[in-house]
């Protein structure tokens, strides 16, 4: 911890006496993103949602044109296989990067997150107002994503809302460790550009987004089976094409449930110490 932030947090122990209704301090936390996104929202409308926009266009449609359908793509256009696919993996690019370098900023560069642990405010309840209106902008650009990809003639029944829903959750469970970790970061952040690399964009590639899972060699598969987004995608498609059994989809909502419970556990913790201790 630098000197500044040390000095900054010995002020903090003072407001922590004080408890209010955890929604109404959520809230209050949701109230200052929103204040800040409805004059700067222009800023995530590439990453968030024109970029999935025209990766499900180059490859679903580009690339696309080149896959027949077949048991490769359940009986279904390429473009349409995609879809929930790149539903999911959007959303977790944007969980990823909601959840990196604009946590550290709270805590190192804007430092808004200090001002707000001498509020009434606890650490603990600002980290789950983080971890809220990143599901709510993930949500957000999920229903932006899906009107498009309606649009493109790529879903195929209503069923894609509750795919939206396993999206967010999706994200969410990497987005909740990964708010915890960020907490924890002293430095410039160096370590998110290995995150990015070694973590983000291997899920994007062999965590079943363009090909099942099965395709990999079996000494790979079970990497991709202990990544979130192999969860998500399933669950997602599962529930887009009406294919979704019960018993994989417990599995899948326990595994990513647990994620974003445990996160948010060491997300709230680490944001205490990091304010109050």
Known sequence: MTTNDAATTRTA???TGRSGSLFAEVGRVLEGHWVWYRL?????VISSV??????????GIG????????????????????APAVLVVSLVQTAAGESTYPVLSGFK???NYLAVAATPISPARLALGELTWIALRLLFSGLVYLLIAALLGAL?????????????LTGMAFAAPVVAYSATVQGEGAGFNALFRFVVMPMVLFAGTFYPVSQLPEVVQPVAWITPLWHGTELARGLAFGTLEALPALLHLSYLLALAGV??????????KRLVV
Request: one cysteine or more.
């Open 13 to 15: 122990p003072a407001a």
């Open 40 to 44: 700067n929202w222009r800023a995530t």
């Open 50 to 59: 024109l970029m999935p926009a025209l990766y499900l266009i180059a490859m």
């Open 63 to 82: 690339m696309g044109s080149l896959v027949e359908p077949g048991e490769f793509t359940q009986g279904h256009d390429y473009l349409v296989y995609l």
């Open 109 to 111: 560069w804007q430092r």
């Open 156 to 168: 195929l029944n209503p069923m894609v809302l509750v795919s939206l829903l396993a999206a967010v």
């Open 263 to 272: 996160g948010t556990v060491l997300a709230c913790r680490h944001f205490h």
